[in-house]
T-cell receptor, first 112, second 117 residues
Framework: SQELEQSPQSLIVQEGKNLTINCTSSKTLYGLYWYKQKYGEGLIFLMMLQKGGEEKSHEKITAKLDEKKQQSSLHITASQPSHAGIYLCGARRRYYGQNFVFGPGTRLSVLP | GAVVSQHPSRVICKSGTSVKIECRSLDFQATTMFWYRQFPKQSLMLMATSNEGSKATYEQGVEKDKFLINHASLTLSTLTVTSAHPEDSSFYIC?????????????FGPGTRLTVL
């Protein structure tokens, strides 16, 4: 089973709509990262969350890590076609040690 | 914005040979660089964390003798796939961390596609 679950697996929204993508783990996470991969382009680092309850924003994208540090949500406000792509979450499962895992990704399409 | 380059972008080699991939941060210094491997269907895996002037930290299951990482300067990290085999064929991506205190971000290279015949 996936160490990190992402939902939904794919999402199609109309331009201007808000949307949320979730990243969930059954275990406490130490460092939660969000990335975006645009079709045919490279990866983009969006933000990193470490503390429970932490929230960060990057342009119209806001991500939050819950208090238990087991779930993160990525929220896009007033989506635009430029937001389309695959959103990946990644996280370290233990405070020390080499154990970084990625979620399977959420494919977002934004219809103009 | 900051730019990270990778060289080569594509390489084809014979089984048993070694291949070196370079990752450069072009306009900033990166004390930390990361190496990833991307499998078909978008599955991404962090291979190792490369720290300038010290040994790389490998993720569980990644053979350090197979994937040699050297971070000799603040702008260059190299990944050498030794004695490559067809199962090593993959898309290898690096990223460089820019930690300015107020901001801490990573910039990704465009990737290197390795095909081992």
């Amino acid at each position: 089973s996936q160490e990190l679950e992402q939902s939904p697996q794919s999402l199609i929204v109309q331009e201007g709509k808000n949307l949320t993508i979730n990243c969930t783990s059954s275990k406490t996470l130490y460092g939660l990262y969000w990335y975006k991969q645009k079709y045919g382009e490279g990866l983009i680092f969006l933000m990193m969350l470490q503390k429970g309850g932490e929230e960060k924003s990057h342009e119209k994208i806001t991500a939050k890590l819950d208090e238990k540090k087991q779930q993160s949500s990525l929220h896009i406000t007033a989506s635009q076609p430029s937001h389309a792509g695959i959103y990946l979450c990644g996280a370290r499962r233990r405070y020390y040690g080499q154990n970084f895992v990625f979620g399977p990704g959420t494919r977002l399409s934004v219809l103009p | 914005g900051a730019v990270v380059s990778q060289h080569p972008s594509r390489v084809i080699c014979k089984s048993g040979t070694s291949v070196k991939i370079e990752c450069r941060s072009l306009d900033f210094q990166a004390t930390t660089m990361f190496w990833y491997r991307q499998f078909p269907k978008q599955s991404l895996m962090l291979m190792a964390t490369s720290n300038e002037g010290s040994k790389a930290t490998y993720e569980q299951g990644v053979e350090k003798d197979k994937f040699l990482i050297n971070h000799a300067s603040l702008t260059l990290s190299t990944l050498t796939v030794t004695s490559a085999h067809p199962e090593d064929s993959s898309f290898y991506i690096c990223s460089a961390r820019e930690n300015l205190g107020v901001t801490d971000t990573q910039y990704f290279g465009p990737g290197t596609r390795l095909t081992v015949l």
